[in-house]
Structures are given as structure tokens and as C-alpha cells.
């Protein structure tokens, strides 16, 4: 009879390739890569590109705009462009338009904190004040883009209906100032979004912003004491500053002024969302 072997002692299976053996430090298999905001701007132009508010707000803003410019550039002459520009048209869709830009900047910010996506976002980024900063920078490059196209298209269409070279007013302007304002006006609408972080709230910030100083100086005019704040009022509010960046009337300026002083407001918006946004929790 044969003697009966010893079992043989089991060897400890090999560690998987992502177990460090001992005695040595771990390297990961993936790839770690600082982040920048470069990575948070692709975030939110993925975003911004893919919800549905983006296309039916920008959408409509190029309807009116672009409809609303042909329709008038259709009902008006040669003798109307011999001291305005071509743009003109574009002014009474912008007048419209302008209004889903600001519900577009609102909704950048404020629709991620009403679905709770925003922790989401924050979880991912730590680092706030990038996030904000990317929101901001791709809302305008996109808001000026599509404002500067639907401005200059109505231009070059009027000119090609009215242009017998009689008028002698350049029109490039226009549309670099046209869409500059109607862009800052979203960009505060952002800034207030992210303040309020509520849409509708929001949203009504920005429509009394928009209409109660053109609606104002009806009232404080009436007064004499109160005449000087109403004609201020009357000369910044938006429908009179894109008029003069539209240089309805020749003499009357081309909007500089009216446009900084939206670039402050929008500046110190911008301040104080940055503030807020570091200062509070989700």
C-alpha cells in the first residue's frame, strides 16, 4: 500500500493589476487630469445645446427679429435710408426679442437649482466660481452670435431691397452695439438668476428692469420736482438706448453712453452673484 502524499500548500493567487503588492505606492490605470475651465465650458455648451429652452427661445428671438425686420423693411422706401441705417428694421424685432434673451439667461442658471441638477454640477466642480464663470462666457458668445446674425441679415436684406446707394450712413456698427446690449441684458438676467435662483422670480426682476423705466417717466414727469429723474430715466431705459444704438434720430447719439451704463449694472450683477455663490449653500 502506498504511502498517502501531504497535500501540497495552496499559493495566494496573484493581486490584480490594480492592487498595489505591498511595500510600493498605487498608480491608477485611469488617467488623472487637473481640470480647468476649459473642461467647464464643454460641460455647459453640452448643456446649453441640448435642452429644449435653448432652441425655442433662440428660435423665437430669430423669428421676430428677422421676421418682424423683413416685414417692416417690406413697407418702407429708399428716401427712409438716406440718413438711418440699414439695420433699422431690426430695431422693432429686437424691441420683442430682446425679452428671450432674458428668459434664456435666467434659465441657464436657475433651471439646474429648480431640478436639483445643480448639486450635480457642484459635485463635479467643486470649484464654483467656475462653474459660473463658464455659464456666463458661453450664454454670451451664443446670445451675441445669434443677435449679431439676425441684426446683420436684416441689414444686408434691406440693402439689397433699398440700397440704390443713396444712403451714406454705415450699418456695421449698429450691429456690433445692437447685439452687445440685447447680450448684456441676458448676461444680467443670468446674474440675476443665480442671486434669485428662482426662474420665475427671476424672470420678473428682469421684465421690471426692462419695462418699469420705460414706463416711468410718464408719471414722474407730471411732476416738476421729479421731472430731472424722469427724463434721465426716459434717456437709459432699453427701448430709448436701442434706439439711439439704432440711431433713430441722427443727433441724438449712438447709444455709448446708454451701453456702459449697462456694462456697469451687469458688471456689479455679476460681483454679487460671485459673492452669493461662494457665501451660501446648495
Not at 476649459?38 to 421676430?64: N, P, Y
Not at 452670435?145 to 440704390?164: K, N, Q, R, Y
Request: proline share 6%; hydrophobic share 50%.
Amino acid at each position: 500500500m502506498s504511502t498517502p502524499q501531504p497535500p501540497m500548500p495552496q499559493q495566494a493567487a496573484p493581486a490584480p493589476n490594480w492592487q498595489a503588492a505591498p511595500g510600493t505606492s498605487y498608480t491608477s490605470p485611469i488617467p488623472v487630469v487637473r481640470t480647468h475651465l476649459g473642461h467647464a465650458l464643454s460641460s455647459e455648451w453640452t448643456k446649453i445645446k441640448s435642452v429644449r429652452s435653448t432652441m425655442w427661445t433662440l428660435g423665437i428671438f430669430l423669428l421676430l427679429v428677422i421676421g418682424i425686420g423683413f416685414l417692416v423693411a417690406a413697407q418702407t422706401t429708399n428716401a427712409d435710408y438716406t440718413e438711418t441705417p440699414y439695420t433699422i428694421p431690426a430695431f422693432f424685432g429686437l424691441m420683442l426679442g430682446q425679452i428671450c434673451l432674458i428668459t434664456l439667461g435666467v434659465l441657464v442658471v436657475s433651471s439646474e437649482y429648480g431640478t436639483g441638477m445643480i448639486r450635480t454640477t457642484f459635485t463635479a466642480s467643486p470649484q464654483r466660481h467656475r462653474v459660473l464663470a463658464a455659464k456666463l462666457i458661453i450664454f454670451f458668445v451664443v446670445a451675441f452670435a445669434v443677435s449679431a446674425f439676425a441684426i446683420g441679415l436684416v441689414g444686408m436684406v434691406t440693402e439689397g431691397m433699398h440700397g440704390d446707394g443713396s444712403s451714406a450712413v454705415p450699418w456695421g456698427g449698429t450691429v456690433l452695439r445692437g447685439s452687445l446690449y440685447v447680450s448684456l441684458l441676458g448676461v444680467l438676467a443670468l446674474a440675476v438668476g443665480s442671486m434669485l435662483r428662482h426662474s420665475a422670480g427671476a424672470i420678473t426682476t428682469m421684465l421690471g428692469v426692462v419695462l418699469v423705466p420705460a414706463i416711468m417717466p410718464a408719471f414722474l414727469m407730471l411732476s416738476e420736482s421729479m421731472r430731472t429723474a424722469g427724463e434721465k430715466m426716459q434717456e437709459y431705459n432699453a427701448p430709448s438706448a436701442l434706439a439711439k444704438i439704432f440711431q433713430l434720430d441722427s443727433e441724438a447719439g449712438n447709444g455709448g453712453a446708454q451701453l456702459g451704463l449697462l456694462a456697469g449694472i451687469t458688471a456689479a450683477a455679476i460681483v454679487g452673484a460671485f459673492v452669493l455663490l461662494e457665501r451660501r449653500d446648495v
